[in-house]
Every structure is written in structure tokens, then in C-alpha cells.
């Protein structure tokens, strides 16, 4: 989270203070014997809480200053994630004693606050336009206002909304805060979906300007030259643009990484492994098209790991050889090895696989596989979107599926959701496993005892399944699918919406038979649901005849060849997202590369893309 801090007034004497207080307390600590050093974040906050009670003694024993000397010191407990001590120093605060340039400082600090409390709508609300016009009466209380509400836009996910404001702030802002604001409004265009820009009521040059740069840059992700000569294309045409002349720092970096590019790359895959296979396929496709296409591409060593357990000694082999860049293994035991490891990588590696969660990753480790939890993600948040809140789990029986129940259920309760019950299936008759699922079976139950009671002519009865599910996630193959989705018709829950995962579709094999599964909801990778990315029909083509999970891993494969190049981009700048055959690609901090899909729904047998 970014929050604004405006520079400090002259009288503030922060460093000084500061240092002063510090130094007094490190001399105290010292004594004889060896002493536990303190690390420099902790030498950060002492000196910041240094500072801080500083500024309050001084605004004791100046009452003249003590209203700015506070205001002073809110800010900085802002910034040092004091919101508690910030919000009772304001709330002991006279406003109305105020000068008005301090009453609007007061204001914007407040607001600060609960911008770093997470509550966009109340800064918006504090922030009305009319605040904004009277800060424009006192020097920089108008950029940072502006700043604030830009912030407070981006927080509530409207991004049209918090570009127009940091457009408007860009003449006012100075010294290195034009890089600053370019940089914001890059971050604003990168995360923000497509739907955010949709409108057409858009009358300004910058902004116009900026909208036509996202739009080049995110059309040509699966090359870096091609995105090169775009930028030099844009920078030709929209001259006057403040971007033109000084591009944000994530495009900017593009020409760093062009130019120190790896000569060679190292593929470390079990080529004669479905798996790798399949991964090799797509890989070996992006690299030769680019070649075909008289682009500049590395040299391409293969190390062939099938049926090897210690994969890592190929590894070392690349690394001896003198690659530059290393893509694989794809062993999840080797991934795991690698990520213990506490020096840094020989040579940047995209592991093609993730290791332990949350359990880190050296400098140059890169982490990036077909996740489920990707998956699931996806399907919580749609499901959670379309207002759901009551669900039930159904997924084949095994140990290997209770990771996908235990994923599923724990991000849905994070959102608040319930999960009213989890049940499996085995073998070819569903209708039990549903009844059960759906409390059919209980409702038959009393049924029989009244039976029991009351003579049979004298009743007539109707299953009942339980009202308050509202809709069932799904993990079954299309086989199962196709017959699960009209059993569930049969026990009178074909209104239920069904959230399933990918493995439902099989990439448009058999629509007339898919239409048993109408009306289901799924993600899955953009190279399967759609046909923009013209390297799809040369690698139809070229390679065997292939289901649906084998395109997926052929997808992987093409995006583990284009990310090479971008993954520095992503380091550097975490807000980069990367269109890629496999889905949206970001890098999280511990190095894996997290995929969203895209949302679909059955129709007719045929997936059709929703819009995000």
C-alpha cells in the first residue's frame, strides 16, 4: 500500500531529531561484553518512534507550532502502521481552533489514515471536490488531495476514475514525483481489466494518450521486440505526450533487458515423458516461430531428464555448460531442493513446478506450473461475485482430491462463505453420492417412517433436496460431467449453479455431447477457449492430434518460453501482468507465477467466454 506523505515544513527538524535520539539510545544500550546488533529495519523504527515522541514533546512546549508539529508527527505514524496511536492523536485535536490551511491539512491526513485502513469510499467522501478547490488555496495541498483521492480510487477498483485524477495531478506535481506519478498511472493501466476503459467519453490527449499505450504494450506481450517497436511507434505519434519523453520504469526497463538477453538457454525436461513432452511441444513452438518470424533468439540446449530421479545433476550439467538462463525441472521433490537452497541461484531458473508453500525461494528462483489452486481461486471468486454464499463440494474419491477440498473450502471461508458439505463419487452411479449431497436421501428417510405410520394409499409424497445450497463446485472429467449435470436434474437440482474446474471442458472435442453439460460455469487457459494467438494453429498443426490436458501443458510450454525474458520485468515491477497462452500471468513474492483464466460457461455444448 502507497500512501502519500507530503514533505515535512522546515520546522519540523525530523532527521536531526532524530538521529540525535537515536544515537542516545544505542550509547545507553552499550556496556561491556558483546552486545546483539541491531539490524537496520530495527535501527529504521527506532528512529522513526524516536522521532515521533520528539516532535509531540516539541509541540508540548511550543503551542504556537503544536497543531503542525502533531499533524507531523500523524503522518508519521501512518507511515509506521500506527493507525490506532494516528487516529486517537487526530481525534484529541481541536479543529475548530484550527487556521484553515491547517484545518485542510487535518482533513487531508485524515483521510490519509483511512486510506491506509483500507476504506476508500469514506476518503472519497471526505475528499468531495469542493476540498480539493480550497487546497488549491495553500502550496502542495492541492497534489497531495489529488493523490489521495487517485489512491482511494484504485483501492475501490475504479481505475478510469483514479487515472483521470493522476492526469490532472501531473502539471502540479515536482522534483522526481512526475517519475513517481508516471510509474502510478503504469500501475494503474497494468492492473486494471479491460472493461475498466470501455467507455468511450474520453475527451482528454494525456489520457487518450496513455489508453492507446496500454492498448500496443498488452497486444504484443508474447514479444519483447514487437513491444520494443510499438513503444517507438506510440512515442512517434503521440509526441506531446508527457510519456514520450520519459517512458514509466517497467517499459523503460525493457531496452535494459533486450540488451543484456541471454545468448543461451538450457531446457531441462523428461522429453520422453507425457509431461514433458507436452511441455517441450509448446516450448519448442514459441522458439521456432520467433526464429521463422527472423527474430533474435538464444541458443536452445535440452537436457533430457526422463526416468531420472536425481534430475539435478542434469541441472548442474546446463550450469557447467555455461547457459545463461535455465528453464526446468519439472520434478516437484527437485523444485523443493532448489527452493531450500540458501544461496542464490547459478543462473535465473523458471522451475517448471512449485515448490512448498509459503516456504520462499532463493535470488533467481522462478516458480510456474499449471496450479490448481489458480483454479479454485477462480471459482471462488466468480462464485463469490455472482453473490453465492452457501456451497457444497462434489470431487472423486481419493486422498488426490482432498487437497482440492481443503484448497476450496479454506479460501471460501476466508470470503466469508459456507460450506455446507463435501462428498465424493466412485464408479458410475452418481445418484446416491447426490441424494446424499442434496439431503435427498434424509428427506426419503422421513418419508419411510411415515409410510411406517400412516397407511400408503393415504399419502403421496415428493422428494425434497435442502434449500439452502446455492451452488455446487465441481471436480470431475467431461465423462463424469456429462452425467453428473443431469443427474443432478433428476433430483430436482438442475437450477443449482455449477462451478467447476477445467478439467470439465475437453477443449471442444464433442459439443453435441457436451451439451449435457449446458449451463456449467469453468476457467480455463485462454489458449484453449479461444483462437487469438496465432502460434495456436501453427502448433495444431505441426504436433500430434491432443486432449484437452495436453493442449494445457503445450500452453505451458509456450508461456515458460516467453516469460523468460519478462521475468526480471516482473521482479522489479510486481504490478506487470503478462497476456499469456495460460492465462494473465503475475509473479507473487516467492517467485511463483500466478495464472487467472478466463471465465466460461457451456452453451449449446460449446464454452463461451464471459467478459471479466
Not at 511507434?233 to 526497463?253: F, G, I, K, M
Not at 533468439?297 to 555448460?321: E, G, N
Not at 460455469?521 to 484453449?528: K, T, V, Y
Amino acid at each position: 500500500m502507497r500512501i502519500f506523505r507530503p514533505p515535512h515544513s522546515p520546522g519540523s527538524s525530523f532527521s536531526l531529531l532524530a538521529s540525535a535520539v537515536v544515537l542516545a539510545f544505542l550509547t545507553s544500550c552499550a556496556g561491556p561484553g558483546p552486545q546483539q546488533p541491531i539490524s537496520p529495519d530495527e535501527q529504521e523504527q527506532l528512529q522513526q518512534e524516536s522521532t515521533i515522541e520528539s516532535l509531540l514533546q516539541q509541540a508540548r512546549r511550543t503551542p504556537a507550532d503544536a497543531s503542525r508539529l502533531t499533524l507531523d508527527a500523524v503522518d508519521l505514524m501512518i507511515a509506521t502502521d500506527a493507525p490506532d496511536r494516528a487516529r486517537q492523536t487526530l481525534a484529541a485535536m481541536r479543529v475548530e481552533t484550527l487556521t484553515p490551511e491547517l484545518r485542510i491539512r487535518h482533513t487531508l491526513t485524515s483521510a490519509a489514515l483511512l486510506l491506509a485502513s483500507e476504506a476508500p469510499s469514506e476518503v472519497l467522501a471526505l475528499l468531495q471536490p469542493t476540498v480539493v478547490a480550497e487546497a488549491a488555496r495553500f502550496p502542495q495541498m492541492q497534489a497531495r488531495a489529488l493523490e489521495l483521492r487517485a489512491q482511494a480510487y484504485q483501492q475501490d477498483g475504479q481505475y478510469l476514475a483514479a487515472l483521470r485524477e493522476r492526469v490532472q495531478l501531473s502539471p502540479l506535481v515536482s522534483d522526481s514525483a512526475p517519475v513517481d506519478n508516471l510509474n502510478s498511472i503504469w500501475e494503474i493501466l497494468s492492473l486494471a481489466p479491460d472493461s475498466a476503459f470501455s467507455t468511450t467519453n474520453i475527451d482528454s490527449y494525456e489520457l487518450r494518450g496513455w489508453l492507446e499505450l496500454r492498448r500496443l504494450v498488452n497486444s504484443n506481450t508474447a514479444s519483447i521486440q514487437n513491444q520494443m517497436s510499438a513503444l517507438e511507434q506510440w512515442r512517434s505519434s503521440w509526441n506531446r505526450h508527457p510519456a514520450a519523453t520519459r517512458l514509466p520504469d517497467a517499459l523503460a526497463v525493457l531496452y535494459q533487458i533486450w540488451d543484456n538477453r541471454p545468448a543461451e538457454i538450457a531446457l531441462v525436461v523428461p522429453m520422453q515423458e507425457p509431461l514433458g513432452q507436452a511441455i517441450s511441444e509448446g516450448f519448442l513452438s514459441a522458439y521456432y516461430d520467433e526464429l521463422a518470424r527472423g527474430r533474435d533468439v538464444p541458443r536452445v540446449r535440452i537436457y533430457d531428464t526422463s526416468f531420472r530421479d536425481d534430475v539435478l545433476v542434469l541441472y548442474d550439467q546446463a550450469v557447467d555448460d555455461g547457459v545463461d538462463m535455465i528453464v526446468g525441472p519439472l520434478l516437484k521433490d527437485a523444485v523443493r531442493r532448489m527452493q531450500r537452497s540458501s544461496r542464490p541461484m547459478p543462473v535465473p531458473t523458471l522451475a517448471l513446478n512449485y515448490g512448498d508453500p509459503g516456504g520462499g525461494a532463493p535470488e533467481g528462483l522462478y516458480q510456474f506450473g499449471l496450479a490448481p489452486e489458480d483454479e479454485i481461486r477462480q471459482a471462488v471468486d466468480a462464485a463469490w461475485a455472482a453473490g453465492h454464499r452457501n456451497a457444497v463440494v462434489l470431487t472423486p474419491a481419493g486422498e488426490d482430491y482432498v487437497r482440492i477440498q481443503d484448497t476450496f473450502s479454506n479460501y471460501w471461508s476466508e470470503l466469508g462463505g459456507r460450506v455446507l458439505s463435501v462428498d465424493t463419487f466412485s464408479g458410475a452411479d452418481y445418484s446416491p453420492t447426490i441424494k446424499h449431497m442434496l439431503a435427498i436421501d434424509q428427506s426419503e428417510t422421513r418419508a419411510a417412517r411415515i409410510r411406517n405410520l400412516i397407511p400408503r394409499n393415504n399419502i403421496q409424497f415428493t422428494p425434497r433436496r435442502r434449500e439452502d445450497v446455492d451452488f455446487i463446485f465441481l471436480l470431475a472429467n467431461p465423462v463424469e460431467g456429462r452425467q453428473i449435470k443431469p443427474t443432478l436434474s433428476f433430483h430436482f437440482a438442475g437450477d443449482l449453479p455449477v462451478y467447476a474446474m477445467p478439467a470439465i471442458h475437453d477443449a471442444g472435442a464433442n459439443p453435441v455431447a457436451n451439451r449435457d453439460l449446458n449451463g456449467v460455469i469453468f476457467s480455463d487457459a485462454p489458449w484453449i477457449l479461444n483462437d487469438t494467438d496465432p502460434l495456436k494453429a501453427i502448433a495444431t498443426d505441426t504436433w500430434a492430434p491432443a486432449s484437452g490436458p495436453v493442449k494445457r501443458l503445450r500452453a505451458m510450454g509456450v508461456d515458460s518460453y516467453r516469460l523468460l525474458l519478462r521475468l526480471e520485468q516482473m521482479r522489479r515491477f510486481p504490478y506487470t501482468r503478462v497476456q499469456g497462452a495460460t492465462g494473465l500471468l503475475s509473479l507473487n513474492e516467492d517467485g511463483g507465477i500466478q495464472r487467472e483464466l478466463e471465465n466460461a460457461v457451456i452453451t449449446d455444448g460449446i464454452a463461451s467466454v464471459l467478459p471479466r
